[in-house]
């Protein structure tokens, strides 16, 4: 596949409440030389009913997600979201068997989505992007980032390259943060009760900035961060790679 061309995979939460972040994928991945195509048309990829067991109608959405990303045969598919990512790469292949009509296309696209740190790392094999940002940065690594795609290492690799940040080892960086979609709307005090548990070790590690994969994440922590208004910022790692 050609690395300098890269298809974009927008998510819900992105498109609808956090375009900087999608934004700032470009900005990176433009900076890197590659040639970002947006394809017209896409839309959910179908997670959020698939998890709630609607796998019929998480069916119907992803026909038609895989009807968009495979007009185009070869290019990579970049995407900011690790439960997004995984969710194609795969659970498709829950969704669709070798007899289903739709099956060439989920060998061919899930073959070729990458989450974001995952690209810059692997594809390209870069870790220094440029980016320059002043301050104490913690991470918290997403579930279905490391447990399902089994990207550890990469995002810590380009944090960690950021110019000018001081970066703190956060204690259980890689546990849930509660979210988990509709966990959350599901258990309330459950997810309520796990990211307690993030929010201090947030506070503990003394970190101004968070930075993760995942917008879920992000909201979910954010919210609590807000509503008791401390001193600590939230962002998409493709926003901290973007700063200059």
């Given amino acids: 596949m050609e690395s300098k061309k890269a298809y974009l995979f927008v998510t819900?939460?992105?498109d609808n409440f956090f375009p900087q972040v999608a934004e700032s994928v470009v900005c990176v991945l433009r900076?890197?030389?590659?040639?970002?195509?947006?394809?017209?048309?896409?839309t959910c990829c179908g997670q959020p009913a698939f998890n709630s067991g609607f796998w019929q109608d998480a069916r119907t959405v992803a026909k038609r997600?895989?009807?968009?990303?495979?007009?185009e045969k070869n290019g990579f598919i970049v995407c900011p979201s690790g439960s997004c990512t995984s969710m194609v790469r795969i659970f498709y292949r829950e969704l669709f068997k070798e007899?289903?009509?739709?099956?060439?296309?989920?060998?061919?696209?899930?073959?070729?989505?990458?989450?974001?740190?995952e690209y810059i790392v692997n594809v390209l094999k870069e870790t220094d992007v440029g980016a320059?940002?002043?301050g104490r940065v913690a991470y918290h690594g997403s579930c279905h980032l490391i447990r399902?795609?089994?990207?550890?290492?990469?995002?810590?690799?380009?944090?960690?390259?950021v110019r000018g940040i001081d970066f703190v080892e956060m204690k259980n960086y890689d546990v849930c943060c509660g979210f988990g979609g509709t966990f959350s709307v599901k258990f309330p005090e459950l997810s309520?009760?796990?990211?307690?548990?993030?929010?201090?070790?947030?506070?503990?590690?003394?970190?101004?900035?968070?930075?993760?994969t995942d917008m879920g994440c992000l909201?979910?922590?954010?919210?609590?961060?807000?509503?008791?208004?401390?001193p600590i910022r939230v962002m998409h790692i493709a926003e901290l790679l973007a700063s200059r």
Avoid: W
């Fill in 65 to 71: 997600f895989l009807s968009v990303f495979d007009r």
């Fill in 12 to 14: 819900c939460l992105v």
């Fill in 99 to 117: 007899r289903d009509k739709e099956y060439g296309s989920v060998v061919n696209v899930s073959k070729r989505v990458y989450e974001f740190s």
């Fill in 219 to 230: 909201m979910h922590i954010g919210g609590i961060i807000s509503r008791r208004n401390l």
């Fill in 31 to 42: 900076r890197l030389g590659i040639e970002v195509e947006f394809v017209e048309g896409q």
């Fill in 148 to 161: 399902e795609l089994g990207i550890r290492e990469e995002p810590i690799r380009l944090i960690r390259s």
């Fill in 192 to 212: 309520a009760a796990i990211v307690e548990d993030k929010i201090q070790s947030i506070v503990e590690s003394g970190a101004d900035t968070l930075v993760s």
């Fill in 132 to 134: 320059f940002y002043r």
